[in-house]
């Protein structure tokens, strides 16, 4: 089982990014893909998750309105387009296989991080 996370750097306030996980087939036999964020001091919290079963979409709600998950399965992918983006969205973003919510802990494969910086 494999994830890697990649489309991270640096932007400024109001921008946009996309993130994206690449994941071999067997995340398939999962209930969710989720992308995480962690800043240094603080716990990694779950940002966006989808559903592998329907495609329904969770946000936390510092993001939503801003946010996009979204999976291409034909690739393998799973994508999280960044907008308007904030300061305090500056992380290194995760993406992990397990679910069915969006809590760190119901997550058992992690892919690297990508680093996400939000400065003018």
């Known amino acids: 089982v494999q994830l890697q996370a990649s489309g991270g750097g640096l932007v400024q306030p109001g921008g946009s990014l996309r993130l994206s996980c690449a994941h071999s087939r067997f995340i398939l036999d999962y209930y969710a893909i989720g992308w995480f964020r962690q800043t240094p001091g603080k716990e990694r919290e779950g940002v966006a998750c989808i559903s592998s079963s329907d495609g329904s979409a969770y946000y936390v709600d510092s993001v939503k309105g801003r946010f996009t998950i979204s999976r291409d399965d034909a690739k393998n992918t799973v994508y999280l387009q960044m907008n308007s983006l904030k300061p305090a969205d500056t992380a290194v973003y995760y993406c992990?296989?397990?679910?069915?919510?969006?809590?760190?802990?119901?997550?058992?494969?992690w892919g690297q991080g990508t680093q996400v910086t939000v400065s003018s």
């Open positions: 992990a296989r397990g679910g069915p919510g969006c809590s760190p802990h119901e997550y058992d494969y």
